[in-house]
């Protein structure tokens, strides 16, 4: 065995693995949109087994907070202040000097994704889209560029004690066609996010792990299931991926593995049946603005379910939930017209206003990356 | 041998009905048995449904493990010892 390999030899013992399968994970680009709990966990482990290149994208910085659970990271980092993505390829540098990171510090929005998945300079299109973000806003971006490009993508999500997983192997062509993709050849391909959740929950229904907390191990073992699923995929072994989604309670005790074949083949998706990709092209998901010289950034959301035209109801805001969840972190005033709050966030103070219509503003940034960092953790989308 | 079917609350629902994790109850069809929750659970009611007769599109309700927006829908049939999960879609990470 050449020496380059020997570091994997445990894992090439595994049947189905071999010494092709890890050239092929060493030959593997895997975009890892978000690195904290879950991204970390992701980046890690894929570094690990020798995945070749990654593109880690994270708009955050270190705090705190952040170390229950987001393993790359550790208290160095937090005194020093360096961004997500840059602390992990420093991590990862150490962890296997044969692996190649490329640090992307920023938000992702639909004007950047489509770049990120298929564009950048000396990396190209990505084998594989890793899920580590905080809101649905940005899984629904993943998910568009994925059916559009014909990317594998590995939805992961954890909250409090309850996390679920599921990977995307995207139909690329219209409904009775065959794509040319190795799954769809091979008669795997699955219902892409949407065709499962139809719409994101509105801001402010779910709670956040910043309000409602959450445990290392929730989030451990989603990524981890998400590693599991990647590593199926860049070894060619579909036949292993998963086709149900993954959906626990550790608390509860209660571990399911819900069908969702039949979403692809009943239900009407306007992403991978339609193809319509509706947040790739800006139609929802959120907007920024800098208010100039009142160092605040207001943030528009448009979501489909506010979108009469989409047959939502309107959703307004629910300030009363909003407020009692908030009032850990600082002084909050609701009344029916909007919803103040004070919030130290990484020990920077912020004042959050949000208004009835869905707009928000974050006083204290003049940065649109930061403003919906906070809105996601501490409202939700 | 009761006639009930066990339903699964997810986290964010379960201060509405007392906290608790799973209730059993009777009823004929999903809708059935999410009505007489709805009736007994106004707030979770409020939450859970979208308008009086469809649920709220990022909430998925499985029986047992299959989806019922492909089945037959709030008018799926259950039988007695049936799981009905609640499951909302889960942002955080």
Known sequence: ?381 | MSDTVTVRIPTALRPQVGDQESLDVAGGTVGDVLGSLNTQYPEFGKRLYKGDNEINRFINIYVNDEDIRFMENLQTPLSPGDEVSIVPAIAGG
């Open chain 1, 1 to 381: 065995m050449s020496q380059e390999l020997e570091r994997y030899h445990r894992q090439m013992l595994l049947p189905g693995f071999g010494e092709a399968g890890q050239r092929r994970l060493m030959d593997a680009k895997v975009l890892v949109v978000g690195c904290g709990a879950l991204g970390t966990v992701i980046a890690n482990m894929l570094a690990r087994a020798g995945v070749g290149h990654l593109v880690i994208v994270d708009r955050d910085f270190i705090e705190i907070t952040n170390l229950q659970r987001q393993v790359l990271f550790d208290e160095r980092d937090v005194a020093e202040g360096i961004p997500k993505a840059e602390a992990a390829k420093r991590k990862i540098a150490g962890i296997n000097s044969q692996v190649t990171v490329e640090a992307v510090v920023d938000d992702v929005n639909h004007t950047n994704i489509e770049k990120l998945a298929t564009g950048l300079a000396g990396v190209g299109k990505v084998d594989l889209i890793m899920d580590g973000v905080d809101n649905f806003e940005t899984r629904y971006l993943a998910n568009d560029v994925a059916v559009k490009h014909g990317i594998p993508y590995v939805y992961g999500g954890a909250v409090g004690t309850v996390g679920a997983s599921y990977a995307v192997l995207p139909h690329t062509v219209a409904p009775g066609e065959t794509g040319e993709t190795s799954w769809e050849q091979a008669g795997r391909a699955t219902p892409c996010l949407r065709c499962i959740f139809e719409q994101a929950p509105p801001p402010g229904v779910n709670p956040t792990c910043d309000t409602a907390g959450v445990i290392g191990p929730a989030v451990s073992i989603v990524a981890n299931y998400q590693v599991a699923e990647a590593l199926k995929i860049l070894t060619g072994n579909l036949d292993a991926v998963s086709p149900t989604m993954l959906n626990f309670d550790m608390w509860a005790n209660a571990y399911k593995q819900f069908k969702v074949a039949r979403a692809y083949d009943v239900g009407e998706c306007e992403c991978c049946k339609k193809r319509n990709f509706e947040f790739l092209d800006g139609k929802f998901g959120s907007s920024t603005t800098t208010l100039c010289g009142r160092n605040a950034v207001q943030l528009n959301m448009k979501s489909a379910e506010a979108d009469s035209s989409a047959g939502g109801n309107g959703h307004r805001l629910d300030f009363d939930e909003i407020a009692k969840r908030l009032e850990s972190h600082g002084n909050v005033t609701a009344n029916k017209f909007m919803l103040r709050a004070d919030i130290t966030d990484n020990g920077e103070p912020y004042e959050l206003t949000l208004f009835n219509d869905g707009r928000a503003i974050v006083k204290g940034t003049k940065h649109a990356n930061v403003a919906k960092s906070i809105y996601a953790k501490y409202v939700g989308a």
